[in-house]
């Protein structure tokens, strides 16, 4: 079988992140298109794989040379790239969040099932984390007995924005520990409520009003609870750490340093410097399992319903953050596409 031909919408952080995988590390597949309207970034990541540059990403989507996508474009475009690639029936892997607004997400769950089938991942990778896939693995078995709660500590080591509100964090950052609160307890939301610690006024490098911190409290179907919460600006560095806790026992993640290190009278293990060193195995497994199933003509893993399903409670919680109050979830229907 001839190597999957996969054009890639962005060439920013992600967009390298993923062009690099798909071209170095993963044989099955090769990239033949890039956009950006950067275009220094986009000749730069072209001549880094070899692929040819487009000017329209909807071209990109349309041309027959092309015969998956993958989209690490501005989040609110997300969505319209994920429905034109279903409507050409490519099979896209879609970062995350899979849009902005639930009402962007819902139109790529309606032209899946329009289509009758998946042809959307969403970039949730950390579903491929070793770490986080053991969690599942033990909740699964029974292990752990009845889930009680989850909880999701998220770490980043500065402001990825000047801009970084409420909505920004619950949205851009926040969207992964909505995702693993799912995936890990198996159940839905039902009720949402959060807090958030500002930037103190005058704050270098972001804008008033700019949130460091957000606490967020999930209810789920079955009573048990999900605690997330987002350091925007740790200083130190960036971590992840999930925890399942059941009736039975208590598993979570490592720190994941490969090193320990005594000196000076210290004890000292390495941190991550950011996402994409923290998770470098799960973006290759995550990619490679989109690799394997878009060469048959399908996709993987988190779907545009997981994906709108987070779009759901992120404007939950926005909503909460926003009010100071408790905000209840109406239960949604999951179409028959979405069986897992
Ligand atoms: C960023 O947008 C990501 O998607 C990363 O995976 C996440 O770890 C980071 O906190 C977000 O800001």
């Known amino acids: 079988m001839s190597a999957l031909a996969v054009g890639v919408i962005g060439t920013g952080m992600m967009g390298e992140v993923h062009a690099r995988l798909l071209n170095d590390r993963i044989g099955s597949a090769r990239v033949v298109a890039v956009s950006d309207p950067d275009t220094e970034r986009r000749r730069m990541v072209a001549e880094a794989v070899g692929a040819a540059e487009f000017d329209d990403p909807m071209g990109l989507i349309a041309a027959p040379e092309v015969e998956a996508v993958v989209i690490a474009s501005p989040d609110h475009s997300h969505a319209g790239f994920a429905v034109a690639s279903v409507q050409a029936g490519k099979p896209?892997?879609?970062?995350?969040?899979?849009?902005?607004?639930?009402?962007d997400a819902r139109l790529v769950v309606d032209a899946e099932v329009a289509l009758g089938r998946r042809l959307v991942?969403?970039?949730?990778?950390?579903?491929?984390?070793?770490?986080h896939a053991s969690l599942v693995s033990l909740r699964r078995s029974g292990a752990?007995?009845?889930?009680?709660?989850?909880?999701?500590?998220?770490?980043?080591?500065?402001?990825?924005?000047?801009?970084?509100?409420a909505e920004r964090v619950i949205t851009q950052s926040m969207i992964h520990d909505i995702h693993s609160a799912r995936f890990l307890s198996g159940a839905e939301v039902e009720a949402v409520s959060a807090s958030v610690v500002p930037f103190a006024a005058g704050s270098s490098g972001?804008?008033?009003g700019a949130v460091r911190f957000v606490a967020a409290r999930l209810e789920l179907v079955g009573g048990a609870?999900?605690?997330?919460?987002?350091?925007?600006?740790?200083?130190?560095?960036?971590?992840?750490?999930?925890?399942?806790?059941?009736?039975?026992g208590t598993a979570r993640t490592s720190e994941g340093s490969a090193v320990e290190m005594w000196s000076s009278g210290a004890r000292v293990e390495k941190?991550?410097?950011?996402?994409?060193?923290?998770?470098?195995?799960?973006?290759?497994?995550?990619?490679?399992?989109?690799?394997?199933?878009?060469?048959e003509g399908g996709v993987t893993g988190p779907s545009a319903w997981d994906g709108l399903m987070a779009n759901v409670v992120a404007e939950a919680l926005v909503d909460a953050s926003t009010r100071g109050e408790r905000v209840e979830i109406a239960r949604?229907?999951?179409?028959?596409v979405y069986e897992r």
Do not use: I
């Open 121 to 131: 991942q969403v970039g949730f990778m950390r579903e491929f984390d070793e770490g």
């Open 225 to 248: 609870v999900a605690l997330l919460d987002v350091n925007v600006s740790s200083a130190y560095g960036y971590r992840v750490v999930a925890e399942v806790v059941g009736s039975e």
């Open 92 to 103: 896209c892997m879609c970062e995350k969040p899979l849009a902005t607004t639930v009402d």
């Open 144 to 165: 752990l007995g009845e889930v009680v709660a989850v909880r999701s500590t998220h770490v980043n080591p500065a402001p990825w924005a000047p801009g970084v509100t």
């Open 332 to 336: 949604w229907e999951r179409p028959a």
């Open 206 to 208: 972001v804008d008033d």
């Open 271 to 295: 941190v991550s410097a950011n996402w994409p060193e923290h998770f470098s195995a799960a973006y290759l497994t995550e990619l490679t399992a989109w690799v394997s199933a878009a060469s």
